[in-house]
T-cell receptor, first 112, second 115 residues
Framework: KNEVEQSPQNLTAQEGEFITINCSYSVGISALHWLQQHPGGGIVSLFMLSSGKKKHGRLIATINIQEKHSSLHITASHPRDSAVYICAAPAYSGGGADGLTFGKGTHLIIQP | ETGVTQTPRHLVMGMTNKKSLKCEQHLGHNAMYWYKQSAKKPLELMFVYNFKEQTENNSVPSRFSPECPNSSHLFLHLHTLQPEDSALYLC??????????????FGQGTRLTVV
């Protein structure tokens, strides 16, 4: 079963800073997910990527399948980016049919 | 709004009560999932339903009983829970579990407190 590790667990930064959150996993996968969880619990899918890089607004996600590593970057960070960011990968290699396994999350606080 | 709706959003129940959590999606997805998020712990998979058939039971105690009457609805029936079962319960769905790289959509969760 896949093991997902995230770092850092907690991150506090000033508005405008460039943010990087890292994720590594143990089992080769076809795609990895980055999720955002706001206070109150709801989870939003930010990215699902299987290779290279994806960009959405100020968010950029990269993945290196060979090294089993992914990063989430936030450019020009803003207080509204404060949330828990969670990396998730298929529990077993081959796809998501058996559900996802999750990292512990990175609690990000952006101070004005 | 992700297209996955969970009710209720908050639930307080006694250890002898029976209650049910509901999840609904009208995204045309064929797979639905229950996840549990306890304090200070990562999300844990509980159950997976593919095309209304349960395909995964991640060693969940029998006091949690899932039901999937159709591909749009998923329930989690709760009875004789323990205080340590207090957690956020999240439902998710995805389009076709047979296709790799399928994106998951999550509900807002039900915050359950067992007293």
């Amino acid at each position: 079963k896949n093991e997902v590790e995230q770092s850092p667990q907690n991150l506090t930064a000033q508005e405008g800073e460039f943010i990087t959150i890292n994720c590594s996993y143990s089992v080769g996968i076809s795609a990895l997910h980055w999720l955002q969880q706001h206070p109150g619990g709801g989870i939003v899918s930010l990215f699902m990527l299987s290779s290279g890089k994806k960009k959405h607004g100020r968010l950029i996600a990269t993945i290196n399948i060979q090294e089993k590593h992914s990063s989430l970057h936030i450019t020009a960070s803003h207080p509204r980016d404060s949330a828990v960011y969670i990396c998730a990968a298929p529990a077993y290699s081959g796809g998501g049919a058996d559900g996802l396994t999750f990292g512990k999350g990175t609690h990000l606080i952006i101070q004005p | 709004e992700t297209g996955v709706t969970q009710t209720p959003r908050h639930l307080v129940m006694g250890m002898t009560n029976k209650k049910s959590l509901k999840c609904e999606q009208h995204l045309g997805h064929n797979a639905m999932y229950w996840y549990k998020q306890s304090a200070k712990k990562p999300l844990e998979l509980m159950f997976v339903y593919n095309f209304k058939e349960q395909t995964e039971n991640n060693s969940v105690p029998s006091r949690f009983s899932p039901e999937c009457p159709n591909s749009s609805h998923l329930f989690l029936h709760l009875h004789t829970l323990q205080p340590e079962d207090s957690a956020l319960y999240l439902c998710a769905s995805s389009q076709d579990p047979r296709v790799v790289n399928t994106e998951a959509f999550f509900g807002q969760g039900t915050r359950l407190t067992v007293v």
